[in-house]
């Protein structure tokens, strides 16, 4: 281990996590992470090692079998994880999303069905919040759930097309944001209609719940192994009893508190490759050779590896003060979308270096750092696109300092 991205004032407990999961990663994901990738094959039994070591739980309190550990080393263990396959981080990452929205927002027999089964792994989450036509603009939603009749309790009816699903079949609950108005008055604004549904559904693809199909894998450029599919609700009944909190019209907010988590998740995963880039890339500058000398004795190449680290290191100190501020009770939303900006930026940029430091090989795949320049791209769009992040950041700078002429 480098003396790159490490974390101060970290517990004994927290350290002896990391280097568990730091451990599992050389071993058992580095090895068979780009055979798997190429493949585009799920990682099974690195995803069974990984409930072995509780890691479905990390973040579940301990009275519902998690080990109720915070999000600083929820998001270190994605960092570890990341450096590994960024894939893999993603299977985790959707399944504590909804695992922490459960948590927070979840009525008392929610929690108690749910998160004990969470914690080891039997029960696999997703959420769902875009559509085909929106991406980021959650407001314009048009996935519909109705009460069907009048009774407080009834059922719901939902109707819909979801896009982008991260575990979207091997997922057995997933937490599917949709437009309620009952209730609201015309005019009500858009986001304090909407109400978050758990989906119970069985694994797999096609039709998976009388009412629910999962269509198949979308194909990706980079981000394989991990299932990315669509979601269409056809006359879905949901029990009034899985309106998370039990009370619609509460949604949005708890799904973006829910993406708060999945920034800076996001950030660490950005980490994390970015990372891996600046391993390949600095071992790689050592082995080669150039007009008599290993190319890292080459000013050029030393300024790139200068300008890597530096990026590796900043990034991680963003995405530590963004998750040690949530782990405080304090609203992150600055840091979280600050993190997560200039986490995937400068993966993005560690990566294309390690790529050029690698010449004509890096276009190889034989070599790792072709699979890391097809998955940093992910993080520019994922949970948020980079534009979005900058107008999360302006506008709370704005409010932060408000002119008072």
Not at 52 to 59: A, C, I, K, P, Q
Not at 102 to 113: A, I, M, N, Y
Not at 131 to 156: C, H, N, Q, W, Y
Not at 396 to 401: A, F, I, K
Request: proline share 3%.
């Amino acid at each position: 281990m480098g003396r790159l991205a490490q974390t101060e004032g970290l517990t004994e407990i927290q350290q002896e996590i990391l280097s568990t999961v730091r451990s599992f990663v050389d071993k058992e994901i580095l090895p068979v992470a780009t055979e798997l990738e190429h493949r585009d094959e799920y990682p099974t039994e690195i995803v069974e090692g990984l409930k072995e070591l509780g890691l479905f739980g990390l973040m579940i309190p301990e009275e519902y079998g998690g080990l109720g550990e915070s999000l600083l080393t929820y998001a270190l263990c994605v960092e570890e994880i990341a450096r590994g396959w960024m894939s893999v981080s993603g299977i985790i990452n959707t399944h504590f999303i909804v695992a922490y929205m459960l948590k927070q927002h979840g009525t008392q027999e929610q929690k108690d069905h749910f998160l004990p089964r969470m914690a080891t792994g039997e029960v696999r989450g997703a959420f769902s919040m875009s559509e085909p036509g929106l991406g980021s603009d959650v407001s314009a939603i048009t996935s519909k759930g109705v009460r069907d009749g009048d009774a407080s309790d009834g059922d719901f009816v939902l109707n819909g097309q979801k896009m982008w699903l991260t575990n979207g079949g091997s997922s057995t609950l997933v937490a599917v944001l949709c437009r309620t108005d009952e209730g609201h008055p015309e005019g009500t604004a858009p986001h304090k209609s909407m109400t978050t549904f758990l989906v119970e559904k069985e694994p797999g693809f096609g039709e998976v719940r009388p009412g629910l199909t999962i269509p198949g894998k979308i194909e990706k450029m980079g981000y394989k192994g991990v299932d990315t599919t669509e979601l269409v609700m056809q006359d879905l009944r949901v029990p009034a009893d899985r309106v998370l909190g039990g009370t619609t019209g509460r949604g949005f907010y708890q799904m973006m508190d829910g993406v708060e988590v999945g920034r800076v998740n996001v950030a660490a995963r950005g980490c994390g490759v970015a990372q891996r880039a600046f391993e390949l890339g600095i071992a790689y500058a050592q082995q080669r050779h150039t007009f008599g000398k290993p190319i890292a004795q080459h000013q050029a190449i030393q300024f790139r590896l200068a300008e890597m680290g530096t990026k590796v290191e900043a990034a991680h100190a963003l995405m530590v003060g963004a998750a040690r501020k949530k782990d405080a009770g304090e609203r992150n939303d600055l840091e979280a979308g600050m993190a997560k900006y200039l986490a995937s930026e400068y993966c993005k940029e560690v990566v294309e270096d390690a790529f050029r430091i690698h010449g004509g090989y890096g276009f190889s795949k034989e070599y790792e750092i072709e699979r890391l320049y097809r998955e940093a791209p992910m993080l520019l769009i994922g949970e948020g696109t980079a534009e979005i992040q900058k107008m999360i950041v302006g506008r709370r700078l704005l409010e932060e300092y408000r002119f008072q002429g």
